[in-house]
């Protein structure tokens, strides 16, 4: 367990209901959540899809960086599957205690 994980703030939405980012099609991260040289996810790849969700997890400073780049139904669906620190987890698990059903469905 890194200190750095441990000492972060990450962004929580105020409901699951805000996440109403895109859901088809090929979205470029701003630099502010991603920095790598190539931004862009291809929602239609479920691969790219977790990787997105990962990074805006981490990454997001705001609960808009999350309402504008997640989506409910997709991150209920990839929740299980995403890897993020334990820290980050834990704090979405005790605000939005639905993220924990759903444990046997595919990404």
Same mark, same amino acid.
């Given at each position: 367990m890194s200190r750095y994980a441990k000492a972060?703030?990450?962004?929580?939405?105020g409901t699951l209901a805000e996440l109403h980012g895109p859901t088809s099609g090929?979205?470029?991260?701003?630099?502010r959540l991603h920095w790598g040289p190539?931004?862009?996810y291809d929602l239609a790849d479920n691969g790219d899809?977790?990787?997105m969700y990962e990074r805006v997890i981490r990454e997001a400073v705001? /609960? +808009?960086d999350l309402a504008d780049h997640?989506?409910?139904d997709t991150l209920q669906r990839?929740?299980?599957h995403l890897i993020i620190p334990r820290e980050v987890r834990d704090q979405?698990? /005790? +605000?939005?205690?639905?993220?924990h059903t759903g444990r046997d469905q595919a990404p």
């Open positions: 972060k703030r990450y962004a929580l939405p090929v979205v470029s991260l701003p630099a190539d931004s862009r899809t977790a990787v705001t /609960a +808009q997640l989506d409910v990839l929740w299980h979405w698990q /005790a +605000q939005f205690p639905e993220l």
